[in-house]
């Protein structure tokens, strides 16, 4: 650590950083509590996310017991096509934001294939539909968790690090400032007692 000045100058200047970092903490935890408010919103619609794709699964498995077959082909039947990903700024953090989801059915005869098919294509589509938005959320709560992991070090390193360091400094120049005008006045007194004893006879 860099040797303070014990000035006037140097007190200014620190008195002013702490006022700076005491102004300036509110706001980041402010921001702090915002992105974990939205973090835990995130959570929340995976969770959401990921019981749907669960409800969807023992829909079909009790709707449609038929799959078990295999002498029906059943090849890709729907297939992703094209996914529109737009970002919003969230509290300055960038998240992905699911726009148009376009899913291709492939054509296939109503003659040649068993009439549950239709069923299972709409199902594999909003499977697919599910899959990608749970894709969107997985990478908006990733970005949203390194944000709040950034934001805490910054309020740490106020809290615990600048705000204390600042305060040390101050109470150090202080010390020594105070010091230093209680030996002037000591020297004052001795110099004028002096000054005295040379001027008497």
């Not at 376009?102 to 005869?109: E, F, M, T, V």
Request: net charge positive; charged share 30%.
């Amino acid at each position: 650590m860099a040797r303070i000045s014990l000035s006037k100058s140097a007190l200014l200047h620190e008195t002013r950083q702490l006022k700076i970092y005491r102004r300036y903490l509110p706001s980041l935890e402010l921001k702090r509590l915002q992105l974990i408010a939205e973090r835990a919103k995130a959570r929340q619609q995976l969770t959401d996310i990921l019981q749907s794709q669960d409800e969807l699964r023992a829909f079909i498995a009790r709707q449609l017991p038929m799959l078990a077959n295999h002498e029906v082909d059943l090849p890709k039947m729907a297939r992703l096509e094209d996914v529109a990903i737009k970002e919003e700024n969230v509290l300055g953090t960038l998240l992905p934001v699911l726009g148009d989801i376009k899913i291709a059915r492939r054509p296939y005869s109503f003659l040649a294939r068993p009439h549950w098919v239709d069923a299972l294509v709409d199902k594999m589509a909003e499977m697919i539909e599910i899959k990608v938005r749970e894709r969107i959320q997985h990478l908006r709560l990733e970005r949203l968790e390194a944000a709040v992991q950034k934001i805490t070090q910054r309020v740490n390193l106020f809290e615990k690090v600048l705000i204390p360091r600042a305060e040390t400094r101050i109470r150090q120049i202080r010390i020594h400032l105070g010091d230093a005008e209680r030996a002037a006045v000591v020297r004052a007194k001795i110099a004028k007692k002096r000054l005295v004893n040379l001027v008497e006879p």
